[in-house]
């Protein structure tokens, strides 16, 4: 009986394995974070250079690289320098009730204006300077402004005097809002020491303008008080929620 053995050919070379990391992406980009010194099994994995930095390569979309020493950093502390440029927060903020976390940064202006009960910017009031600026930071917002009036226009002199124009309506709560107390000059208010104090009202972007007038505290400051050349200016801050 004949036995027939095929020889085992031999292996004389591998070719080089390729390693894939992280899911498919874009040319140009590696989605995992990885130092380029590292190695898998004994097997180097070779970079450009050697950075020690956690990163996300994307040569596509302009997201952060390790190639360069103005890179953010994360210490083995979990802390985030920035050696350049700045933190960005996105255009549609996501809310968050973990009271740790910062959601929300914006910086902006806003026109306050002079109302009467309508809550109308068109009664032909006019202004010598009405500007403002906010900071808005997680559910707070922080805001200065200056309002001069040179006419009321068509506005009621009898109806509480109301300032419009704020960039957030403040949170609808059973908190009481904060009260600021402003600067005011050519008011017309009848008896020297009626200092005003402004409100942010709940759920609403304006605040109502009080006036110290009477032995148990507050009334409404009258449009007809606030005079044709008021003045007020004034910083605070109130909760949006």
């Given at each position: 009986m004949s036995i027939n053995v095929t020889p085992i050919p031999r292996l004389t070379s591998f070719a080089t394995p390729?390693?894939?990391?992280?899911?498919?992406?874009a040319a140009g980009s590696a989605?995992?974070?990885?130092?380029?010194?590292?190695?898998?099994?004994?097997?180097?994995?070779?970079?450009?250079?050697?950075?020690?930095?956690?990163?996300?390569?994307?040569?596509?979309?302009?997201?952060?690289?390790?190639?360069t020493s103005l890179s953010p950093t994360i210490s083995d502390a979990g802390i985030?320098?920035?050696?350049?440029?700045?933190?960005?927060?996105?255009?549609?903020?996501?809310?968050?009730?973990?009271?740790?976390?910062?959601?929300?940064?914006?910086?902006?202006?806003?026109?306050?204006?002079?109302?009467?009960?309508?809550?109308?910017?068109?009664?032909?009031?006019?202004?010598?300077?009405?500007?403002?600026?906010?900071?808005?930071?997680?559910?707070?917002?922080?805001y200065y402004f200056t309002m001069e009036v040179t006419s009321l226009g068509s506005l009621t002199g009898g109806d509480a005097a109301l300032i419009g124009g704020l960039p957030f309506p403040a949170r609808n709560s059973t908190?009481?809002?904060?009260?600021?107390?402003?600067e005011v000059r050519n008011m017309l208010l009848g008896t020297a020491g009626f200092n005003p104090t402004i409100v942010p009202l709940d759920n609403r972007s304006y605040m109502n303008v009080r006036l110290y007038d009477a032995t148990g505290g507050t009334t409404n400051l009258l449009v007809s008080e606030w005079g044709a050349n008021g003045d007020m200016r004034a910083a605070g801050f109130y909760d949006v929620g």
């Open positions: 390729n390693i894939t990391i992280g899911a498919s992406a989605p995992s974070a990885i130092r380029s010194d590292s190695t898998i099994e004994g097997m180097a994995l070779v970079g450009t250079t050697v950075d020690d930095s956690i990163v996300r390569f994307d040569g596509t979309a302009g997201q952060v690289q390790g190639y985030v320098s920035l050696t350049s440029g700045a933190l960005k927060w996105p255009a549609t903020v996501i809310p968050s009730a973990e009271p740790n976390t910062m959601f929300d940064y914006e910086m902006g202006t806003w026109t306050p204006v002079l109302w009467d009960s309508t809550q109308d910017s068109d009664e032909s009031q006019t202004y010598d300077r009405n500007v403002g600026t906010y900071l808005k930071i997680g559910r707070f917002v922080y908190d009481a809002s904060p009260a600021f107390a402003p």
